[in-house]
Nanobody
Framework: QVQLVESGGGLVQPGGSLTLSCAAS????????MGWYRQAPGKQRELVAS???????NYYGSVKGRFTISRDNAKNTVYLQMNSLQPEDTGVYYC????????WGQGTQVTVSS
């Protein structure tokens, strides 16, 4: 069974940066398009970035130009580099496959506040 463990969140001031990591156990993530999702307080979970098995990336909404998704298939890990963070980026961040999603991990909390 695939398990996803997100880490790297925290409290950061507006304009700051964070790097999130997602480690997968069990079946590897290689071969699947992976995504980072954000669930803001009181809102539905939304996809913010995705990366194919070949490394092609897509970004959605306000994160374009500020977030960078990457992956290391050998380490079964997906990353999300977040720059120029704004209060609206606050939420719990999760990773999962973009398609054929598996069970969600616990997520990692990102809070952007002065």
């Amino acid at each position: 069974q695939v398990q996803l463990v997100e880490s790297g969140g925290g409290l950061v001031q507006p304009g700051g940066s964070l790097t999130l990591s997602c480690a997968a156990s069990g079946r590897i993530i290689s071969g699947y398009t992976m995504g980072w999702y954000r669930q803001a307080p009181g809102k539905q979970r939304e996809l913010v970035a995705s990366i194919t098995s070949g490394g092609s990336t897509n970004y959605y909404g306000s994160v374009k130009g500020r977030f960078t998704i990457s992956r290391d298939n050998a380490k079964n890990t997906v990353y999300l580099q977040m720059n120029s963070l704004q209060p609206e980026d606050t939420g719990v961040y999760y990773c999962n496959r973009a398609f054929q999603r598996v069970s969600w991990g616990q997520g990692t909390q990102v809070t952007v506040s002065s």
